[in-house]
């Protein structure tokens, strides 16, 4: 079954670096999105992405975060500037569209010390 | 964002059928109905989604009510890897780029 891929699964960082998360989405999939997850909060919607631009972004999605699709296959997002509270799961998601279900990848642990 | 309404937790056996309810009385004509669950830390995973009729797939059945208002989502032999969080969101289709909202869920524990 096809699988959305995340990379790395773990990935600390001191406050104040860049960060890059990476996703491979479903090769048939045109419809992508970050979502993060506090240790013990709810699942968050932070963008989606679609025909190479934002679709729709979230107040969390400020300007020290970006994403792009630079190749055609990598979905990536980057914190330019990390801070404490963006530890957190990040999770990668596609879909072919409104009448499909969503795939999730396994998620990155980010944690800013 | 339609809201749904779904119980905190539930508690099954294994091997017995169980029954997980969703509230959704705002739904609109053009909401489709997502359950998603959530293993202790893993991503989101897709269960199984439907708009009007009942649907199965290999993980479970989508009952929906006749005026839509709420579903069940129906794991016919509940076995220990079924316990998670479980999630009932409505998501339009008019939109292709829509985002899912994800609620607190419903913690679904299984009893040896």
């Known amino acids: 079954e096809p699988e959305v891929t995340q990379t790395p699964s773990h990935q600390v960082t001191q406050m104040g670096q860049e960060v890059i998360l990476r996703c491979v989405p479903i090769s048939n999939h045109l419809y992508f999105y970050w979502y993060r997850q506090i240790l013990g909060q709810k699942v968050e919607f932070l963008v989606s992405f679609y025909n190479n631009e934002i679709s729709e972004k979230s107040e969390i999605f400020d300007d020290q975060f970006s994403v792009e699709r630079p190749d055609g296959s990598n979905f990536t997002l980057k914190i330019r500037s990390t801070k404490l509270e963006d530890s957190a799961m990040y999770f990668c998601?596609?879909?072919?569209?409104?009448?499909?279900?969503?795939?999730f990848g396994s998620g990155t642990r980010l944690t800013v010390v | 964002d339609a809201k749904t309404t779904q119980p905190n937790s539930m508690e099954s056996n294994e091997e017995e059928p169980v029954h997980l309810p969703c509230n959704h009385s705002?739904?609109?004509?053009?909401?489709?109905i997502h359950w998603y669950r959530q293993l202790p830390s893993q991503g989101p995973e897709y269960v199984i989604h439907g708009l009007t009729s009942n649907v199965n797939n290999r993980m479970a059945s989508l009952a929906i009510a006749e005026d839509r208002k709420s579903s069940t989502l129906i794991l016919h032999r509940a076995t220990l890897r079924d316990a998670a969080v479980y999630y009932c969101?409505?998501?339009?289709?008019?939109?292709?780029?829509?985002?899912?909202?994800f609620g607190k869920g419903m913690k679904l524990t299984v009893n040896p």
């Open positions: 705002t739904i609109s004509g053009t909401d489709y």
């Open positions: 969101i409505l998501r339009n289709s008019q939109g292709g780029s829509e985002k899912l909202v």
């Open positions: 998601a596609s879909t072919q569209g409104a009448d499909y279900g969503y795939t």
